[in-house]
C-alpha cells in the first residue's frame, strides 16, 4: 500500500526518510503475525503504528484493544489479561475473560510493556510461544490466537541487563523491531506539523490561525522537543490561545518554550539552510542584536516595576536572573569573535523610550496571568502531580517549579 496513502487515512504528518521508513516497515510486516515491537521516544507517536498494523492485517474485522501496561496496578495486570475465576483472590467475586481471550482473533497492543511486571511477563511468554494461557486461579490450560503489538520508551535491553524485563521476552517481543525517530531527528517535519496543528486549533477555538516569522520558524526547528509530537502540539495549543499577535516572532515563541540552554545557544548556527558566509555572519549578528534588544525591553521592565513598586525589587531580580542574563549565548558559544561589552550594554541604553516600555510591561502582564491560570489549571487536572502537569503544559518539570516559585503559586 502506498506510504502516502496510509498517511492520509491515518492523520500522519510528515515525510522523512526515518518516518518514512518506520511506515514502510510497519506495512510490510502487518500482514505477518509476526511480534512487533515499537520503539521510540515519549511522544514521537507509537501508538498510531499499531492501529497501522492491526488495519492492514487479515484481522482487522477482528478485535483490537490497547492496553496500558504502565497504568494497571501490578496486582491486577495477570487478571485482565489472562482472567480469573471466582474466589481465586479478596474480590473476585465472578469468574472473569481477559483480553487474551476476548481479542482471540484480533490485535492486543501492550503499551509501556516496559512497566509490565515480572510475573506477567512469564505469561506473555507462554501465551507468545505457545498461544497457551491459564486464568488466575484455574489449572486449565486455554488457547488463544492473538497478535501481539508491543510499544515502550524505554531501553528494554538496559531493563534487562537491570534485571527487570526478562532477556527471553524481550527477543521474542523484537522479532520485528520499528523505530520511529524521534522529533529532534526529523526536523524538516517540524514546521509541517506546527501549520497543521495550528490550523487545528484555530478551528477549535475559532481564532485566526497562527503563523510563524523566519526566526521563530528557526527556534521552533532546532528546539530539542524532549516530549516530542505531543510536546509540539501543547506549544501550538498554548500559543493559539494565549499570543495576542497572530504573527509569532522568536520573542514571543520563547516565552512559551521551557528554559532549556540548548534553544538560546542553537538556533541560528544550526538553521540548515546557512548558504554562505555573509548570510551566516549576518545571521549571527542580527542575532546578537535581536538578543540584546530582547534583554533590554527585560531590563527596562524591570526597572519600571521597581519604580512602579520599590518592594518588587527582589523580584525583578529574579527575572534578571532567569531570562535576561541567561538569554546570551556566550560569544565563545556562538563561534564569533567576541563582543566586548556585550553585558555591559545594558545599562547604557536604559535611558531609552518609555512609551514602549510601558506597552510591553502591559502585554508581559496579561500573557503572565494567562500563564499562571494555565498552570494552576494543570496542577488540579493532575491532582498535584508536577510530573503530568509539566508533561501536559509541554514544559520541564524544572521550569515548572520555577514559574510555581515565580507566580507564588501554593500546591
Ligand atoms: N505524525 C503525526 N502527525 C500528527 N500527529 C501525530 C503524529 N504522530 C503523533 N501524533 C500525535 O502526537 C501525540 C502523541 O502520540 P502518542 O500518544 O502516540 O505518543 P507515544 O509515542 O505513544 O508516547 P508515549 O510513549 O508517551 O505513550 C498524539 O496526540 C498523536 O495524535
Ligand atoms: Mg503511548
Same mark, same amino acid.
Given at each position: 500500500m502506498d506510504i502516502q496513502a496510509i498517511k492520509n487515512r491515518f492523520g500522519i504528518i510528515g515525510s522523512s526518510p526515518a518516518l518514512n521508513y518506520a511506515l514502510q516497515v510497519a506495512v510490510q510486516v502487518a500482514n505477518t503475525d509476526l511480534t512487533v515491537l515499537i520503539n521510540g521516544e515519549s511522544g514521537v507517536g507509537k501508538e498510531v503504528f499499531s492501529q497501522i498494523i492491526h488495519a492492514l492485517s487479515a484481522r482487522k474485522h477482528n478485535p483490537f484493544i490497547a492496553v496500558n501496561c504502565g497504568a494497571i496496578p501490578e496486582g491486577t495486570i495477570d487478571s485482565e489479561l489472562f482472567g480469573h475465576e471466582k474466589g481465586s483472590f479478596t474480590g473476585a467475586v465472578?469468574?472473569?475473560?481477559?483480553?487474551? $481471550?476476548?481479542?482471540?482473533? &484480533?490485535?492486543?497492543?501492550?503499551?509501556?510493556?516496559?512497566?509490565?511486571?515480572?510475573?506477567?511477563?512469564? @505469561?506473555?511468554?507462554?501465551?507468545?510461544?505457545?498461544? $497457551?494461557?491459564?486464568?488466575? &486461579?484455574?489449572?486449565?490450560?486455554?488457547?488463544?490466537?492473538?497478535?501481539?503489538?508491543?510499544?515502550?520508551? @524505554?531501553d528494554l535491553l538496559e531493563r534487562t541487563q537491570q534485571g527487570k524485563f526478562r532477556e527471553d521476552l524481550y527477543y521474542r517481543l523484537n522479532t520485528v523491531p520499528i523505530r520511529v525517530p524521534a522529533l529532534r531527528d526529523r526536523k524538516e517535519d517540524i514546521p509541517l506539523l506546527f501549520r497543521k496543528f495550528s490550523v487545528d486549533f484555530s478551528e477549535k477555538y475559532k481564532t485566526p490561525s497562527i503563523q510563524l516569522d523566519e526566526e521563530a520558524r528557526n527556534i521552533l526547528v532546532n528546539y530539542p522537543w524532549r516530549g516530542n509530537i505531543r510536546e509540539l502540539k501543547n506549544i501550538a495549543e498554548q500559543i493559539s490561545v494565549l499570543s495576542s499577535d497572530k504573527l509569532v516572532t522568536a520573542n514571543d515563541l520563547k516565552r512559551f518554550l521551557p528554559d532549556q540552554p540548548e534553544v538560546n545557544r542553537l538556533p541560528m548556527l544550526a538553521a540548515p539552510q546557512q548558504s554562505n558566509d555573509f548570510n551566516s555572519e549576518r545571521d549571527i549578528l542580527y542575532k546578537l542584536f535581536f538578543d540584546m534588544k530582547k534583554d533590554v525591553t527585560e531590563v527596562k521592565k524591570m526597572f519600571f516595576d521597581i519604580l512602579q513598586n520599590p518592594t518588587m525589587a527582589h523580584t525583578a531580580e529574579y527575572h534578571a536572573d532567569n531570562h535576561v542574563l541567561h538569554s546570551y549565548p556566550a560569544a565563545s558559544e556562538m563561534n564569533t569573535p567576541a563582543s566586548p561589552g556585550l553585558n555591559n550594554a545594558q545599562p547604557i541604553i536604559l535611558s531609552d523610550n518609555k512609551i514602549d516600555h510601558h506597552e510591553e510591561v502591559e502585554e508581559t502582564l496579561s500573557i503572565a496571568d494567562k500563564e499562571k491560570e494555565l498552570i494552576v489549571k494543570a496542577l488540579k487536572k493532575h491532582k498535584g502531580k508536577r510530573k503530568d502537569a509539566a508533561l501536559d503544559l509541554g514544559i520541564s518539570e524544572r521550569t515548572l517549579y520555577r514559574k510555581l516559585k515565580e507566580y507564588n503559586i501554593a500546591e
Amino acid at each position: 500500500m502506498d506510504i502516502q496513502a496510509i498517511k492520509n487515512r491515518f492523520g500522519i504528518i510528515g515525510s522523512s526518510p526515518a518516518l518514512n521508513y518506520a511506515l514502510q516497515v510497519a506495512v510490510q510486516v502487518a500482514n505477518t503475525d509476526l511480534t512487533v515491537l515499537i520503539n521510540g521516544e515519549s511522544g514521537v507517536g507509537k501508538e498510531v503504528f499499531s492501529q497501522i498494523i492491526h488495519a492492514l492485517s487479515a484481522r482487522k474485522h477482528n478485535p483490537f484493544i490497547a492496553v496500558n501496561c504502565g497504568a494497571i496496578p501490578e496486582g491486577t495486570i495477570d487478571s485482565e489479561l489472562f482472567g480469573h475465576e471466582k474466589g481465586s483472590f479478596t474480590g473476585a467475586v465472578d469468574s472473569r475473560k481477559g483480553y487474551f $481471550e476476548t481479542v482471540n482473533g &484480533g490485535t492486543i497492543f501492550l503499551d509501556e510493556i516496559g512497566e509490565m511486571p515480572m510475573g506477567t511477563q512469564a @505469561r506473555l511468554l507462554r501465551v507468545l510461544e505457545t498461544g $497457551e494461557y491459564i486464568r488466575v &486461579g484455574s489449572s486449565k490450560v486455554q488457547k488463544t490466537d492473538v497478535r501481539v503489538v508491543a510499544a515502550t520508551n @524505554r531501553d528494554l535491553l538496559e531493563r534487562t541487563q537491570q534485571g527487570k524485563f526478562r532477556e527471553d521476552l524481550y527477543y521474542r517481543l523484537n522479532t520485528v523491531p520499528i523505530r520511529v525517530p524521534a522529533l529532534r531527528d526529523r526536523k524538516e517535519d517540524i514546521p509541517l506539523l506546527f501549520r497543521k496543528f495550528s490550523v487545528d486549533f484555530s478551528e477549535k477555538y475559532k481564532t485566526p490561525s497562527i503563523q510563524l516569522d523566519e526566526e521563530a520558524r528557526n527556534i521552533l526547528v532546532n528546539y530539542p522537543w524532549r516530549g516530542n509530537i505531543r510536546e509540539l502540539k501543547n506549544i501550538a495549543e498554548q500559543i493559539s490561545v494565549l499570543s495576542s499577535d497572530k504573527l509569532v516572532t522568536a520573542n514571543d515563541l520563547k516565552r512559551f518554550l521551557p528554559d532549556q540552554p540548548e534553544v538560546n545557544r542553537l538556533p541560528m548556527l544550526a538553521a540548515p539552510q546557512q548558504s554562505n558566509d555573509f548570510n551566516s555572519e549576518r545571521d549571527i549578528l542580527y542575532k546578537l542584536f535581536f538578543d540584546m534588544k530582547k534583554d533590554v525591553t527585560e531590563v527596562k521592565k524591570m526597572f519600571f516595576d521597581i519604580l512602579q513598586n520599590p518592594t518588587m525589587a527582589h523580584t525583578a531580580e529574579y527575572h534578571a536572573d532567569n531570562h535576561v542574563l541567561h538569554s546570551y549565548p556566550a560569544a565563545s558559544e556562538m563561534n564569533t569573535p567576541a563582543s566586548p561589552g556585550l553585558n555591559n550594554a545594558q545599562p547604557i541604553i536604559l535611558s531609552d523610550n518609555k512609551i514602549d516600555h510601558h506597552e510591553e510591561v502591559e502585554e508581559t502582564l496579561s500573557i503572565a496571568d494567562k500563564e499562571k491560570e494555565l498552570i494552576v489549571k494543570a496542577l488540579k487536572k493532575h491532582k498535584g502531580k508536577r510530573k503530568d502537569a509539566a508533561l501536559d503544559l509541554g514544559i520541564s518539570e524544572r521550569t515548572l517549579y520555577r514559574k510555581l516559585k515565580e507566580y507564588n503559586i501554593a500546591e
